[in-house]
């Protein structure tokens, strides 16, 4: 346990001097504008995991959120967020301690650090790592590219501490003790065992699984049936069949119980045809680049390396998704892990090495060679089914297009080629001479080591834009806290231009949860923003087909009683000058200039006067039922 604590303190101390956290504050978000600037800036889906968390520090859970897509209200029980359910519970309880959306979405990004630490530390001593080697390929593994381009723009990916726990399944499931059996005196040997500690545990760790995220779900999914397949052909071992299509069993089960809400929420509701559309060629642009794996991160330290990662995509069709790459520790532990699957390809063995006891608790399922071989198999399994224009394709083309960006496999790969390194780390420290000074020589070349591998892995490009980001955070503050002035407790306010959600996509330079600023900055406030495409609270999409007046009268009369502009989504201020005319407010604009507002009270009231209560009640009645397109910006 020491040990584990000892892990985590040095994960999170990295983590802090790395981005360099005392030049910012946990209550400012580590991410917020411009996208294209490095895997830390203000990526498009940021201020969607800020709504959900402040959803449910406002209103107690995240399915449903009153303050937005106003009249009607949000529900996100279609939005694939479910199987986070894990995840979601911790965010809930830190919300409860901050009170503060942004200063738990930083939170939680540094304590991912110490759980993916400590859970890939235990893992790998499980598998036969000794403690000094488990550390190496603990914080490495915490300090992967692929933490840093998740951040907390994707927030929930960045907690991938259940991957490791991952390997370890697939490893058990073809060692002589697989999950949910036991041995038996019967004439197979064997039997399937639910009520043994190991069952429950492992049963347990199913469930985490399927509540930390559907890719990391899937993805384990996705693995043990290779593993499993090539197991069962090779050695015919009925009892590994069994495990592996319980393991699924129990994974798939915890998927459906998660997914509960949203099931009676489509026996209530009907499905929504126009909620998150994906397509084949999805697949296809956020598969897994292979060569990306060796590479070297983008923006490299050293220059002639930054330049060489520069190359490989500077005229690639297919740019891909950011982080994949391994690192150089973790691109040696790729190459020796296939190299060790192709030698032991040449032999034929007719069941799994078996290490000897390691002592209490630490009894690795398979030796070293075995384990490495393991996560050969499951390594080039996943790249033939993840890699671009791999089996995933054809898996899309088939239907299942919920599972999109397969090149999230590489954290799963990068685990695997880390254990390995691991291995070869202990390899080496026994074949050094049994000298005083061999335990102090081993500290310190695996200290230099994790230093190393963490400079390598972390590019300076992925620190913070503290300053830039405090600049445009304390002009929304600003600006929101005179909006909430303005109006009176509990006013609506109308989002324009209108952006439909989700994944609306980013457009004339508007993310698609850029809308969700006025929320994320105000308590007293509701937003017409964030009503679900295609519902009744997507009642914006018809309104926005008329003119700038039809479509204010409708505002005012569904209760709004203000409207912030946001002037990114215009190429002149000709809508804004039209709205300041009818409504004979001059407005007022957020230090930055990009945004503006109106108070529609003063208008509200003389449209009442004009159409009266039954044309008010009419005219409310057509807004909520004229839904439009929900593909069209205006």
């Not at 802090?16 to 498009?44: I, T």
């Not at 397509?279 to 490299?300: A, C, D, R, Y």
């Not at 390691?358 to 033939?384: H, K, Q, S, Y």
């Not at 009270?601 to 004009?610: D, L, N, Q, S």
């Amino acid at each position: 346990m020491l040990d584990a604590v000892v892990v985590a303190v040095v994960a999170v101390g990295l983590a802090v001097v790395c981005l360099q956290l005392w030049r910012g504050a946990l209550s400012v978000p580590l991410v917020y504008l411009e996208p294209d600037r490095s895997p830390f800036a203000y990526a498009p889906d940021a201020p969607f995991y800020l709504m959900i968390v402040k959803g449910a520090i406002d209103h107690g859970w995240f399915l449903t959120n009153p303050s937005l897509g106003f009249p009607v209200g949000q529900a996100l029980h279609e939005f694939p967020q479910g199987l986070d359910h894990l995840n979601l519970a911790v965010l809930q309880v830190l919300g409860w301690v901050t009170g503060n959306a942004f200063t738990t979405a930083n939170l939680f990004y540094l304590l991912t650090f110490a759980g993916v630490a400590v859970s890939a530390y235990l893992v790998a001593r499980r598998l036969g790592c000794s403690r000094i080697a488990g550390m190496v390929v603990a914080v490495v593994y915490a300090f992967l590219p692929y933490h840093f381009a998740r951040g907390t723009a994707h927030l929930l990916l960045s907690a991938y501490w259940l991957v490791p726990v991952a390997a370890l399944l697939l490893v058990q499931v073809v060692s002589p003790r697989p999950p949910f059996t036991a041995d038996a005196d019967t004439p197979r040997g064997w039997r399937i065992a639910w009520r043994s500690r190991s069952s429950l545990l492992w049963a347990l760790a199913a469930i985490g699984l399927a509540s930390t995220g559907s890719y990391y779900a899937a993805l384990t999914l996705t693995l043990v049936a290779i593993v499993v397949l090539v197991d069962v052909v090779a050695r015919r071992n009925l009892r590994v069949l069994a495990s592996g299509a319980l393991v699924v069993a129990v994974v798939l089960g915890a998927a459906t119980v998660n997914l509960v809400p949203t099931f009676v929420y489509w026996a209530e509701h009907g499905r929504n045809d126009n909620l998150v559309q994906r397509g084949p060629s999805e697949t296809e642009v956020n598969g897994l680049k292979i060569s990306q794996l060796v590479l070297p991160v983008e923006g490299h330290r050293i220059g002639p390396l930054a330049e060489i990662q520069a190359d490989s995509t500077r005229f690639s069709i297919i740019p891909a998704e950011r982080g994949q790459q391994l690192g150089a520790l973790g691109a040696i532990g790729f190459v020796a892990m296939l190299v060790v699957l192709l030698a032991g390809a040449r032999r034929r063995t007719d069941a799994p090495e078996v290490p000897p006891a390691a002592g209490p608790g630490w009894d690795p399922p398979l030796a070293p060679g075995g384990v490495v071989r393991v996560f050969g198999i499951a390594t080039v399994g996943g790249i033939l089914i993840a890699a671009i224009s791999g089996i995933s394709l054809i898996v899309s083309g088939l239907g299942v297009k919920e599972i999109r960006s397969w090149n999230r496999i590489s954290v799963f790969i990068g685990f695997f080629a880390l254990v390995t390194v691991g291995f070869g780390i202990d390899w080496l420290r026994r074949r050094l001479p049994d000298r005083w000074w061999r335990t102090p020589a081993t500290v310190v070349a695996c200290g230099l080591l994790i230093g190393l591998a963490v400079l390598d892995q972390f590019s300076p490009r992925m620190v913070p834009r503290y300053d830039e980001t405090a600049t445009v955070f304390a002009s929304d503050r600003t600006f929101f806290a005179r909006v909430e002035r303005t109006l009176p407790p509990g006013s609506a306010v109308l989002n324009v231009p209108y952006m439909f959600f989700p994944e609306s996509g980013t457009i004339f330079g508007i993310g698609p949860y850029d809308s969700a600023r006025g929320y994320l900055q105000t308590d007293g406030l509701r937003w017409s923003w964030g009503g679900v495409v295609g519902t009744e609270a997507d009642w914006a999409a018809g309104a926005i087909q008329g003119d700038t007046t039809d479509l204010l009268e409708r505002a005012v009369a569904l209760g709004f009683g203000g409207l912030v502009l946001d002037r990114r989504g215009y190429e002149d201020r000709a809508r804004e000058d039209e709205i300041r005319r009818i409504t004979g407010d001059p407005g007022f604009a957020s230090p930055d200039g990009t945004l503006a507002f109106f108070d529609l009270r003063e208008y509200g009231r003389t449209v009442r006067a004009r159409l009266g209560p039954d044309g008010m009640r009419a005219l409310r009645a057509t807004a909520l039922a004229d839904r439009g397109n929900p593909r069209v910006f205006g």
